[in-house]
């Protein structure tokens, strides 16, 4: 099993910056990919970003330019950087890793994780 650990969630005034942090314990070797996810009250949990095996990065448009997400594998851990932070982008940030590479286009199919962490919030006003 995996367990992933979020934190870096905070209330910040849009245009700010935050960086979420999620820490991997347990079989870590067996992560193939990751991603970040966010679910706003009485909305659908989507995909925000993702970084595969290789290194390769996917993003949402609503986030392209502002989000980075990176990884140390080192330190087990996933980051995502928020620059330029809007109110719409006030959620509850989700980690999650699957054990094989998501399908090309699939990095925001919950489908293709298998562990998920317990969530950090962001909220951010205007």
């Known amino acids: 099993q995996v367990q992933l650990v979020e934190s870096g969630g905070d209330s910040v005034q849009a245009g700010g910056s935050l960086r979420l942090s999620c820490a991997a314990f347990g079989y870590t070797y067996s992560i193939d990919c990751m991603g970040w996810f966010r679910q706003a009250p009485g909305k659908e949990r989507e995909g925000v970003a993702a970084?595969?095996?290789?290194?390769?990065?996917s993003y949402a448009d609503s986030v392209k330019g502002r989000f980075t997400i990176s990884q140390d594998n080192a330190k087990n851990t996933l980051y995502l950087q928020m620059n330029s932070l809007k109110p719409e982008d006030t959620a509850m940030y989700y980690c999650?890793?699957?054990?094989?590479?998501?399908?090309?286009?699939?990095?925001?199919?919950?489908?293709?994780?298998?562990?998920w962490g317990q969530g950090t919030q962001v909220t951010v006003s205007s």
């Open positions: 970084i595969d095996s290789e290194g390769s990065t």
């Open positions: 999650a890793s699957g054990d094989r590479p998501y399908y090309s286009g699939g990095y925001d199919d919950t489908r293709e994780y298998t562990y």
